[in-house]
T-cell receptor, first 113, second 112 residues
Framework: SQKIEQNSEALNIQEGKTATLTCNYT??????LQWYRQDPGRGPVFLLL?????KEKRKERLKVTFDTTLKQSLFHITASQPADSATYLC????????????FGTGTKLQVIP | DAGVIQSPRHEVTEMGQEVTLRCKPI?????LFWYRQTMMRGLELLIY????????DSGMPEDRFSAKMPNASFSTLKIQPSEPRDSAVYFC??????????FGQGTRLTVV
């Protein structure tokens, strides 16, 4: 079956360090992968999209990689700040349609001052 | 644009009652999605529409759930009759073809 796996354990890092979150998927080859941020009591907010023919994408302090061979995406936040503390979700279109996006369960990031 | 607007923000109802959740997507977006989020199952796609037409409702858990989109600016998700296991946060999201999804603030449903 098709699955998206994110580390369900919270990630605690020191302010200023680089946070790295992992998203693995199985039994599918998605055309793209997205990363969202979700704060408590709010809806997810889009951060980045990376397509299958792109290896890496950057936006300010954010960097996403997409390895279609390993079926894995890594999400990096450099020079992390306490304001980066949130749950980060990866999302991709599994079978059924280009727009039919399925979300991982998310990884909670806590940046410690 | 004010973003995706959902109402109500909170809903508490008794088991067996009908519940209707409402969503106003961002103007110009041609896709609308309904998601449900729980601690156990995360964010699940229930149904999505393209140009007001339901495309995939395979995520709708049971016949008790129904969704409509009578026009480009309004959608409803109805649960009838509601059960305690329906308690969750329900999100509506909209997007323009090929673009990212914009989520509403969600409706926190509690069925007692």
């Amino acid at each position: 079956s098709q699955k998206i796996e994110q580390n369900s354990e919270a990630l605690n890092i020191q302010e200023g360090k680089t946070a790295t979150l992992t998203c693995n998927y199985t039994n599918y080859s998605p055309a793209y992968l997205q990363w969202y941020r979700q704060d408590p009591g709010r809806g997810p907010v889009f951060l980045l999209l990376i397509r299958e023919n792109e290896k890496e994408k950057r936006k300010e302090r954010l960097k996403v990689t997409f390895d279609t061979t390993l079926k894995q995406s890594l999400f990096h936040i450099t020079a992390s700040q306490p304001a980066d503390s949130a749950t980060y979700l990866c999302a991709l279109p599994l079978s059924g349609g280009y727009q039919k996006v399925t979300f991982g369960t998310g990884t909670k990031l806590q940046v410690i001052p | 644009d004010a973003g995706v607007i959902q109402s109500p923000r909170h809903e508490v109802t008794e088991m067996g009652q009908e519940v209707t959740l409402r969503c106003k997507p961002i103007s110009g977006h041609d896709y609308l999605f309904w998601y449900r989020q729980t601690m156990m199952r995360g964010l699940e796609l229930l149904i999505y529409f393209n140009n007001n037409v339901p495309i995939d409702d395979s995520g709708m858990p049971e016949d008790r759930f129904s969704a409509k989109m009578p026009n480009a600016s309004f959608s409803t998700l109805k649960i009838q009759p509601s059960e305690p296991r329906d308690s969750a946060v329900y999100f509506c999201a909209s997007s323009f073809t090929g673009g990212e999804a914009f989520f509403g603030q969600g409706t926190r449903l509690t069925v007692v």
